[in-house]
């Protein structure tokens, strides 16, 4: 593998994770928010990633192909809204009861140093192979 290759891999993967850090933002301030445009509450959202190969080649298909990563979709969560008994709320029902948006602050900042994790990472591959690639230069001089 050439050091180009390995800083395409880890260039998808920060990529990948930025858009999941934007999602994370987004369900975070979204928290409280009991109404959206398409009606009801705000529905936790989540990144769907998968393996990406790279441009196809002759040598790609000899060796073992190396992957890198991509965000193939973006998909709302299915658990069931949060019913806060609030009578006084504008967005309350006959009941009194509102019902809250599915996230979970909690899950949300796991989520968030997860991603922030994995990001760290992948700067710390491209920082390596920065590195091997400059020794290599030095070696040849």
Do not use: C, W
């Not at 060796?63 to 973006?74: A, M, S």
């Not at 599915?102 to 491209?126: H, P, Q």
Request: charged share 25%; proline share 6%.
């Amino acid at each position: 593998m050439d050091f180009f290759t390995a800083f395409n891999i880890s260039a998808s993967a920060l990529s990948a994770q930025r858009t999941r850090m934007n999602i994370i933002s987004s369900n975070i301030a979204n928290i409280n928010s009991t109404e959206t445009p398409e009606g009801g509450p705000y529905r936790r959202k989540d990144v769907v990633f998968s393996e990406r190969s790279p441009e196809s080649s002759f040598s790609d298909i000899l060796r073992e192909k190396v992957k890198g990563v991509e965000v193939v979709g973006i998909v709302e969560d299915p658990r069931p809204f949060k019913s806060v008994y609030d009578p006084y709320h504008p967005n309350a029902d006959k009941n009194g009861y509102v019902q809250y948006p599915n996230v979970n602050m909690i899950e949300e900042m796991v989520n968030l140093l997860s991603a922030k994790r994995s990001y760290e990472a992948n700067v710390s591959v491209i920082k390596a192979s920065k590195s091997m690639a400059n020794k290599a230069l030095e070696i040849g001089r």
